[in-house]
């Protein structure tokens, strides 16, 4: 079937555009495509022939006893059956999809005027002579492109299922026996907490010491400052100088404490936490 379907057919059509000089361009895509789907599928074996032992290797490496263990967990095994699921779907759907399309790929010549065939390939006889002839070459194609559909394209499924399932095994892995809302999560809630909002009240009043001295020029100049008598007058420009340099708090004259000082400390310390993460 294998010499037959995924050799002989591809062999006959493009043996059949190299002889030919006159063809039907839309009967030359749909016969491109299956030509592409058939050269694509031996691309995507290849992998699988070259590299057997290893693939039997690492799955024969996820069926013993440390993996059978973590698995008897009730975490490993809902990793695991969410990955098993996700396949299943993904295959299903695919599977569907595949089966449309090569349905409509198959019948679409019984939808047009004589004796026409799903690929243009050379045949050593006229497969449109008769009834009887044109239903037995027409089933034989139908046949092998019904092979090459499903041999072709379900790889495609089988990788990412593979995929998947290393993922799931890794996240296996990964587990670790620390509670997530445990004491020692409540401890660092409130440890957290806290320290936020200790730098917190620094910069919010910080910011809004600033933002009140910088508005004393303009509160001065919305003031009625020409009722007042010479001596006001001169204190109220002394005041204006000294507002335009506004008052801040500042941690050890290294940077002032505002809200964009606390933005700040919160994008850093998240980057230092990004940072540390992936060293881990």
């Given at each position: 079937m294998y010499v037959f379907f995924i050799i002989l057919v591809p062999t006959l059509t493009i043996y059949n555009y190299i002889i030919q000089e006159n063809f039907d361009i839309l009967q030359f895509n749909y016969t491109a495509t299956f030509l592409a789907e058939t050269v694509s599928w031996i691309a995507k074996l290849l992998p699988f022939i070259t590299n057997a032992n290893r693939m039997k290797k690492c799955?024969?490496?996820?069926?013993?006893?440390?993996?059978?263990?973590?698995?008897?967990?009730?975490?490993?095994?809902?990793?695991?059956?969410?990955?098993i699921s996700v396949c299943r779907r993904n295959s299903t759907v695919f599977l569907y999809g595949v089966i449309c399309g090569m349905t409509s790929f198959i019948t679409?010549?019984?939808?047009?005027?004589?004796?026409?065939?799903?690929?243009?390939?050379?045949?050593?006889?006229?497969?449109?002579?008769?009834?009887?002839?044109?239903?037995?070459?027409?089933?034989?194609?139908?046949i092998a492109i019904s092979y090459c559909a499903f041999a072709g394209?379900?790889?495609?499924?089988?990788?990412?299922?593979?995929?998947?399932?290393?993922?799931?095994q890794l996240k296996v892995l990964k587990l670790s026996k620390i509670k997530t809302f445990g004491y020692y999560f409540i401890q660092l809630v409130f440890y957290f907490g806290v320290i936020l909002a200790q730098?917190?009240?620094?910069?919010?009043?910080?910011?809004t010491l600033f933002?009140?001295?910088?508005?004393?020029?303009?509160?001065?100049?919305?003031?009625?400052?020409?009722?007042?008598?010479?001596?006001c007058r001169k204190a109220l420009l002394i005041l204006m100088e000294r507002a335009q340099t506004p008052i801040t708090v500042a941690a050890g004259k290294i940077m002032d404490l505002s809200l964009v000082t606390f933005a700040t400390i919160l994008r850093r310390s998240y980057s230092l936490v990004a940072v540390l993460n992936n060293y881990q």
């Open positions: 799955i024969t490496y996820f069926g013993t006893r440390y993996f059978e263990e973590m698995l008897q967990r009730y975490t490993s095994a809902k990793i695991m059956k969410e990955c679409k010549p019984l939808f047009w005027k004589g004796y026409q065939l799903p690929l243009d390939m050379w045949l050593p006889f006229d497969a449109t002579s008769g009834p009887g002839i044109y239903y037995t070459t027409y089933s034989f194609l139908a394209t379900l790889i495609d499924p089988l990788i990412g299922g593979l995929a998947c399932h290393a993922t799931g730098i917190y009240f620094y910069c919010f009043y910080g910011s933002e009140e001295s910088s508005s004393i020029i303009n509160a001065v100049y919305s003031s009625k400052w020409y009722d007042f008598d010479v001596p």
